[in-house]
């Protein structure tokens, strides 16, 4: 799945995910009405807002899904069922999205939100600890 991700997310480690693009609100909205592709299978993206249960992800899984079928194929990659490929990609889309909330401004005491430079001083501090 490591590779799968890599290949669909340009990431190698979850720490990438910190900076990850969101799929759009109006993406998003428009799919769930039904008015909207949903996502693209060339240039995937999560919504990480959400957890994997969102329709946009569920979209996604299955996107990587079969196309981990086809690398398994492409590369002779040992059979694994459907639902173990879909729950190792589900652990890894939670993984990811830890490192992504991790990342996200919080709110300070003063009703402000943290400086990207804050953020970057906190998961530095965090790291250290």
């Given at each position: 799945v490591r590779e799968l991700f890599?290949?669909?997310?340009h990431?190698?480690?979850?720490?990438?995910y910190m900076l990850h693009v969101l799929a759009s609100c109006e993406a998003?909205?428009?799919f769930t009405h039904g008015t909207g592709t949903g996502p693209d299978p060339l240039a995937m993206q999560w919504d990480m807002v959400t957890t994997y249960r969102s329709e946009w992800n569920q979209k996604v899984i299955d996107?990587?899904?079969t196309q981990y079928t086809t690398l398994q194929v492409i590369n002779q990659w040992s059979r694994r069922s459907p639902q173990?490929?879909?729950d190792d990609i589900i652990t890894k889309f939670s993984?990811?999205?830890r490192c992504w909330r991790k990342a996200q401004p919080l709110s300070?005491?003063?009703s402000?939100?943290?400086t990207m430079q804050q953020v970057g001083d906190r998961l530095v501090d965090q790291m250290n600890e």
């Open positions: 890599k290949i669909a997310f990431a190698t480690k979850d720490e990438e998003i909205l428009s996107l990587l899904c173990s490929i879909k993984q990811c999205r300070l005491s003063d402000t939100h943290e």
